[in-house]
């Protein structure tokens, strides 16, 4: 089909301008004066960011928090997976439930629900718990690293469970069965044949999860800021944020060391996965699925996972929906009750600021995952279909931005943008959401490309189809599923994207999630339960509707065929 040199050079350039741009300004930044002395070399930056009597303080926390979230989430995702592909526990259901919808979810509401249940002021939790304990002083207190450790280890346990479960789905339980008649225990195989085999998936779960956390605001914002408990990403956002002069050199310095950092775990990563070959366990047909029987564990393991399922998905909405209905943060009473209205929504229906940022976020979810598809596309069928040095070189840059942190990128395309008339607009925001998420449109992509034979698009050329004929006519049709996922997973992406958006929006130019962190900081806890709510409903809708046409357009090929 299309072998154009000419088509990879291209993507090669579009990709490498989205990707290698922002590293390149971010470093360039790093050594001038500030934006309005851009190439005035200075060490001035990274003397002053390094030697900040702060700094080690906040290295510590950022290494804390990575790796205690990289620890919640695995241990989480080794459970459930254990659960879900080796015993016969009843709805196993739930957990794909738990590793979809917690992605419609935006972070920074799910950080939000929390810190309303356990804030020690006024936490809903809080407040009951010292009401029925008749307690003078609350008993737990978001406002920690232990904190913002749980809250950001159970947001990144869908990442850790889509990693381990297929590793753990296909073991070959004959190792197991062979220990257990040498007479080892269950804990004695588990760690000595069980844990041993899934080495490469436990510890590409740990690095992912601390690329993740690194990469995380909206827990470290929502739930660290206020308790002074700083980390990386929330030091940058002090540095550009805070103060009568922001320090972009500054915050550029800083950034280059999260930037190196992720980099590296990345690649670890993907070392890990590719020798995840030597692990292999099934090789022939000896492989025999078996099932642990739970026996009378099985009621109260199902209790865990439906727990876990409740706190992950149904107790952030309660807890927002309910708060979003009162004038101020209170715990469940009948005072409570009797002062529940709508006033928040009529507030936030009529504040022309967050319709603006409404509409934004929709229009960049819409056009964006569209736009992003689009190249992810030619960019995937390049990969797969031309194994050339320069489609390599293509595969290489298009994953690299899958490392970048979006505060760290955002600074370095505020470097970029501020010298052109894109600066402050959504056109700044488009560019920056489609350098930072094309990952999740290409992989999808790749993946329905490989199922696609070679054979089909030679015999369109051979009946005398055109190379574009042929995209349209035989591969595009094949590619609905894979374009379908793609679609969705940016757009929800867009749609609640924060760490990029603090950085690059403008008065003009706000996004949901930024208003949301403005209601925060400000402590509208009512408008922005409601506004929260309301950006839910059409993360949720965007899926519903791109799942229901992506089968209806497969009913349709399937007719015509």
Same mark, same amino acid.
């Given at each position: 089909?299309?072998?154009?040199?000419?088509?990879?050079?291209?993507?090669?350039?579009?990709?490498?301008?989205?990707?290698?741009?922002?590293?390149?300004?971010?470093?360039?930044?790093?050594?001038?004066?500030?934006?309005?002395?851009? @190439?005035? /070399?200075?060490?001035?930056?990274?003397?002053?960011? $390094?030697?900040?009597?702060?700094?080690?303080?906040?290295?510590?926390?950022?290494?804390? #928090?990575?790796?205690?979230?990289?620890?919640?989430? %695995?241990?989480?995702?080794?459970?459930?997976?254990?659960?879900? %592909?080796?015993?016969?526990?009843?709805?196993?259901?739930? /957990?794909?439930?738990?590793?979809?919808?917690?992605?419609?979810?935006?972070?920074?509401?799910?950080?939000?629900?929390?810190?309303?249940?356990?804030?020690?002021?006024?936490?809903?939790?809080?407040?009951?718990?010292?009401?029925?304990?008749?307690?003078?002083?609350?008993?737990?207190?978001?406002?920690?690293?232990? *904190?913002?450790?749980?809250?950001?280890?159970?947001?990144?346990?869908?990442?850790?469970?889509?990693?381990?479960?297929?590793? =753990?789905?296909?073991?070959?339980?004959?190792?197991?069965?062979?220990?257990?008649?040498?007479?080892?225990? /269950?804990? &004695?195989? !588990?760690?000595?044949?069980?844990?041993?085999?899934?080495?490469?998936?436990?510890?590409?779960?740990?690095?992912?999860?601390?690329?993740?956390?690194?990469?995380?605001?909206?827990?470290?914002?929502?739930?660290? =800021?206020?308790?002074?408990?700083?980390?990386?990403?929330?030091?940058?956002?002090?540095?550009?944020?805070?103060?009568?002069?922001?320090?972009?050199?500054?915050?550029?310095?800083?950034?280059?060391?999260?930037?190196?950092?992720?980099?590296?775990?990345?690649?670890?990563?993907?070392?890990?996965?590719?020798?995840?070959?030597?692990?292999?366990?099934?090789?022939? &047909?000896?492989?025999?699925?078996?099932?642990?029987?739970?026996?009378?564990?099985?009621?109260?393991?199902?209790?865990?996972?439906?727990?876990?399922?409740?706190?992950?998905?149904?107790?952030?909405?309660?807890?927002?929906?309910?708060?979003?209905?009162?004038?101020?943060?209170?715990?469940?009473?009948?005072?409570?009750?009797?002062?529940?209205?709508?006033?928040?929504?009529?507030?936030?229906?009529?504040?022309?600021?967050?319709?603006?940022? +409404?509409?934004?976020?929709?229009?960049?979810?819409?056009?964006?995952?569209?736009?992003?598809?689009?190249?992810?596309?030619?960019?995937?069928?390049?990969?797969?279909?031309?194994?050339?040095?320069?489609?390599?070189?293509?595969?290489?840059?298009? #994953?690299?931005?899958?490392? #970048?942190?979006?505060?760290?990128?955002?600074?370095?395309?505020?470097?970029?943008?501020?010298?052109?008339?894109?600066? @402050?607009?959504?056109?700044?925001?488009?560019?920056?959401?489609?350098? %930072? $998420?094309?990952?999740? *449109?290409?992989?999808?992509?790749?993946?329905? #490309?490989?199922?696609?034979?070679?054979?089909?698009?030679?015999?369109?050329?051979?009946?005398?189809? @055109?190379?574009?004929?042929?995209?349209?006519?035989?591969?595009?049709?094949?590619?609905?599923?894979?374009?379908?996922?793609?679609?969705?997973?940016?757009?929800? =992406?867009?749609?609640?994207? +924060?760490?990029?958006?603090?950085? !690059?929006?403008?008065?003009?130019?706000?996004?949901?999630?930024?208003?949301?962190?403005?209601?925060?900081?400000? @402590?509208?806890?009512?408008?922005?339960?409601?506004?929260?709510?309301?950006?839910?409903?059409?993360?949720? %809708?965007?899926?519903?509707?791109?799942?229901? +046409? *992506?089968?209806?357009? =497969?009913?349709?090929?399937?007719?015509?065929?």
């Amino acid at each position: 089909m299309i072998r154009k040199p000419s088509l990879t050079l291209t993507l090669i350039l579009i990709v490498g301008f989205l990707t290698i741009c922002p590293v390149l300004m971010l470093f360039l930044g790093s050594f001038s004066q500030g934006l309005g002395a851009f @190439g005035t /070399f200075t060490l001035e930056k990274y003397i002053s960011a $390094y030697t900040d009597p702060d700094f080690a303080e906040i290295l510590l926390n950022t290494l804390i #928090f990575t790796l205690g979230s990289a620890v919640v989430a %695995t241990l989480l995702a080794l459970f459930l997976a254990y659960m879900n %592909t080796r015993t016969n526990i009843p709805f196993k259901f739930l /957990f794909g439930v738990i590793t979809i919808i917690p992605m419609m979810i935006p972070h920074i509401l799910f950080a939000v629900s929390w810190v309303l249940l356990l804030n020690p002021s006024n936490g809903i939790l809080n407040r009951l718990l010292m009401q029925a304990f008749g307690l003078e002083d609350a008993l737990l207190n978001i406002y920690t690293l232990p *904190g913002m450790i749980l809250v950001e280890g159970l947001l990144d346990l869908p990442i850790a469970y889509l990693i381990i479960a297929p590793a =753990m789905g296909s073991f070959d339980v004959s190792l197991e069965e062979s220990s257990k008649v040498c007479g080892a225990s /269950f804990f &004695r195989t !588990l760690t000595r044949v069980t844990l041993p085999v899934l080495r490469p998936a436990i510890l590409a779960s740990g690095i992912l999860v601390i690329v993740r956390s690194l990469a995380s605001f909206a827990v470290p914002s929502v739930i660290g =800021m206020p308790g002074r408990k700083y980390v990386l990403a929330t030091h940058i956002y002090r540095t550009i944020s805070t103060g009568f002069a922001t320090d972009y050199g500054k915050a550029a310095a800083i950034g280059m060391s999260a930037l190196a950092a992720s980099i590296v775990l990345i690649y670890l990563y993907r070392y890990l996965t590719a020798e995840s070959s030597r692990y292999v366990t099934i090789s022939s &047909r000896g492989y025999k699925p078996t099932l642990l029987d739970l026996k009378s564990a099985r009621i109260p393991l199902f209790g865990i996972v439906g727990f876990l399922s409740f706190i992950l998905i149904v107790l952030p909405v309660v807890v927002l929906f309910y708060t979003s209905l009162l004038p101020y943060v209170m715990a469940p009473s009948a005072r409570a009750f009797s002062l529940i209205s709508f006033k928040n929504w009529v507030g936030v229906l009529k504040d022309p600021i967050s319709l603006l940022a +409404l509409k934004n976020s929709l229009t960049l979810g819409l056009a964006g995952a569209t736009l992003g598809v689009i190249l992810s596309i030619f960019v995937s069928y390049v990969i797969v279909k031309m194994r050339t040095t320069a489609s390599g070189i293509l595969e290489s840059l298009s #994953f690299l931005s899958f490392s #970048f942190p979006g505060i760290v990128i955002g600074v370095g395309f505020m470097w970029f943008f501020v010298h052109t008339p894109l600066y @402050g607009t959504l056109w700044a925001l488009l560019i920056g959401y489609i350098a %930072t $998420y094309l990952p999740y *449109g290409i992989r999808p992509l790749s993946s329905a #490309f490989v199922q696609i034979h070679s054979h089909l698009e030679e015999s369109s050329r051979v009946c005398g189809a @055109g190379p574009f004929q042929t995209m349209r006519r035989i591969v595009i049709p094949l590619l609905i599923p894979g374009i379908i996922s793609a679609w969705i997973l940016m757009a929800t =992406m867009f749609v609640r994207e +924060l760490t990029l958006s603090v950085v !690059l929006s403008r008065p003009g130019s706000e996004v949901l999630a930024v208003q949301i962190l403005r209601f925060a900081e400000d @402590g509208l806890w009512g408008r922005l339960s409601a506004l929260g709510i309301i950006m839910i409903f059409f993360s949720s %809708t965007l899926v519903i509707a791109a799942s229901l +046409l *992506g089968r209806k357009l =497969m009913k349709t090929q399937s007719l015509s065929a």
